[in-house]
């Protein structure tokens, strides 16, 4: 029954290369599940980095599956007599195997360190070397993606920005910074074409920029458990040129205008 169980453990690596392959492959049915197609030119660092962690952490763990086999299959007690036997321990075995994953992590995180520094801290700038402001702020709150953008003249935190709701309109082939915040608890602003994912922590003000080369309509996920409405919590990205982006936002913005409403002061009765 033990070499049973050592097969059933075998089984665990072999299933689980299976599928990735199968994912990979992009035959049915794993169609369209492996990565989807990547539309900002800064992309391709973060498959790089992602499938080098892949690979790494995936050969770690055939590796392991197949000495748990090993073991399992050897020692299998009904048809090993030799009583069990125990011994202190091996400290250069100890010592190698310590110092071998924590030189793996250190070179991960030197490894990632431009995709870091690219994503997270070298944020555009304009002509005057300023760093450019954020084209719209995105708010995430249960249960949903609340979008400002600016009015007419064109200034963010304004009395006449406009707002949306799960729809986040951008120009395409331009570098472009959102504002992102959180109203209620922790949330992960996720574009998965544009990979692009960052935290939204409550109590703070990040930004985030990329670019899309593509124009069309895309994802937006929240990849962080924020509720029970959290499975709804998804919006939409759409990439324009910038003449019909424009357009989109005066509509918009007339729109907004239009439902106003000011009570008369008691001067103008």
Known sequence: MGRFWAL???MVPVLGVGVFAWAIAD????RNHWLPDNINPDGGMIDEL???IFYLTGTIFIGTGIVLFFFIWKYDA???AQPVAYSHGNHTLEIVWSILPAATLLFIAIYQMSAWANAKMERPRIDDNQVMPPIAEVTGRQFEWRIR???PNGKLYDEDD???VNELHLPV???VVLAIKSQDVLHSFFLPQLRVKQDVVPGMQQYIWFKSTRTGTYDIVCAELCGWGHYKMRGRVIFEPRDKFEQWLADESAKQRATEYTPA???DE
């Open 27 to 30: 035959l049915y049915p794993m």
């Open 265 to 267: 002061s008691e001067d």
């Open 50 to 52: 992602f499938m080098f």
């Open 162 to 164: 406009f707002f949306t």
């Open 149 to 151: 953008y600016p009015g």
């Open 173 to 175: 082939q331009e570098e």
């Open 78 to 80: 009904a048809r090993n």
């Open 8 to 10: 059933m453990f075998l």
